[in-house]
């Protein structure tokens, strides 16, 4: 079962491979915990790192305390609130407050599970003044489909996903300017720890991004 999971996870790479190999490269290492406090409702805390210029140079650290309702078995809602420290290139670090909220609806066919998120997203950067050309803070509307499939007898469950980002208040254009791509596997160690790995591309036109990019990624989560 193991390899099955790397072969699905190769031949889903694969098509990206011939358009990523002069593109920037970096990682994205997370470390997360999760509490069922109360029937349907949930709270997680999640520390992230990220790197970039081919793994050289720190990009940003983040801590994010999330807080969900699921109120039937397809769908969950929730809120969260994150801090980010954000290096700029030639402007060094700068501090960031981003609140969202979202709802994720789901499906189960057989085995394979299909989920639609739509995300509401706000992001306030500390010691930058909005002007005619940038806003802040910037509100983005996210919306993401993911097809996962449960590998039979196996704690294996590979994963592909696509993400929009549609701008909301952007005084120069609100059409969408970014699209992220994953694919992964994750691999659950046992009833508390859930171990990921995955490959993003990232694809946008933004002023306080870089160009095109590829992360490798890894998320550890404990479930109490």
Known sequence: ???RALLIIGALILPFCPSIKAQDWGSDLSLGATWN???K???SFEEDFRLRDDFGTADRFSHTLDLSYKPFKFLKVGGAYNLINMNQENKGWEVRHRYYFYAAGSLDL???NISLRERYQ???RVGVEETKKRAN???YLRSKLA???DLPHSAFSPFVSAELYKPLNDPVSNKADKLRYTVGVEYKINKHCMLEVFYRRNTFIDDDEES???IIGAGFTYKF
Do not use: I, Q, W
């Open 122 to 124: 706000s992001t306030k």
């Open 147 to 149: 097809v996962s499939y």
């Open 37 to 39: 406090f109360a029937p």
């Open 212 to 214: 095109d990019s590829n």
């Open 1 to 3: 079962m193991k390899k």
């Open 110 to 112: 057989g085995r394979f």
């Open 41 to 43: 409702l949930s709270a």
């Open 137 to 139: 803070p910037k509100e």
